[in-house]
């Protein structure tokens, strides 16, 4: 289990020079503080709606709609809005990601969702207009010392992904290499596992296309 934890990270700044910052990853950063003022019964309603999700899926998905637009500017509505739709309408989903971006943007956890939607769309162009040519947590949130465990596992997958793409492979391996000792078990860890460590029929099938080629 992933603990509260000092983080001493190294990652390339806009110029692609390493930089060396630090900051603390905890259970009990605040990930979206429009959501904390949003009136405690609406908070409640919130969080029931996406417990529900488990068993009732789609149901909750109008009240959830319906609280999104009335309070646009709260991120962790469309979190859970499109966590609803991922489980039968991809397209929904994919379009509740669009517009938390578009409506909050400078959100940590929207600009990682988006960038997992242009990854799986190829478009790896948009990541470093995404995250405004910053390629590590402090440089982008200078005023920020705390990162919620899922920021940190998504802007680190995110990071993977890019960094693979462009062939920069040991800067991806950096960031895999923190995930691994941060949250071995984590969804991101497995999925950048996947992308750098693949297996023994992958590895062979590369050296075959290379020897090929």
């Not at 909750?60 to 809005?81: C, G, H, R, S």
């Not at 478009?123 to 207009?129: G, H, L, N, V, Y």
């Not at 990162?147 to 793409?165: A, I, K, Q, R, T």
């Not at 999925?191 to 590895?203: C, V």
């Amino acid at each position: 289990m992933a603990k509260n934890r000092v983080k001493v990270h190294r990652a390339p700044d806009q110029n692609k020079k390493i930089v060396r910052s630090v900051y603390e990853i905890g259970n009990d950063a605040v990930m979206d503080a429009r959501f904390f003022k949003l009136p405690e019964a609406v908070q409640q309603q919130a969080n029931a709606l996406y417990d529900r999700m488990e068993k009732e899926g789609k149901l909750v998905i109008p009240e959830l709609e319906a609280l999104k637009n009335k309070y646009p500017k709260v991120p962790t509505l469309y979190n859970y809005l499109s966590a609803a739709y991922s489980r039968g309408d991809i397209v929904q989903q994919e379009r509740c990601i669009e517009e938390n971006y578009r409506v909050n943007g400078n959100n940590l956890i929207a600009r990682c969702h988006y960038g997992q939607l242009c990854i799986k769309r190829k478009d790896f162009d948009q990541i470093p207009k995404i995250f405004d040519n910053k390629f590590d947590l402090k440089s982008l949130y200078p005023r920020r010392n705390r990162f919620h465990p899922s920021e940190y596992n998504s802007f680190s997958l995110v990071m993977c992904y890019y960094f693979n793409f462009l062939g920069e492979h040991s800067l991806a391996n950096g960031f895999y290499q923190g995930l691994k000792n941060y949250s071995p078990d984590g969804v991101e860890t497995q999925q950048a596992k996947r992308l750098l460590e693949p297996g023994f029929l992958g590895r062979m099938g590369k050296k075959l296309v290379n020897a090929l080629g």
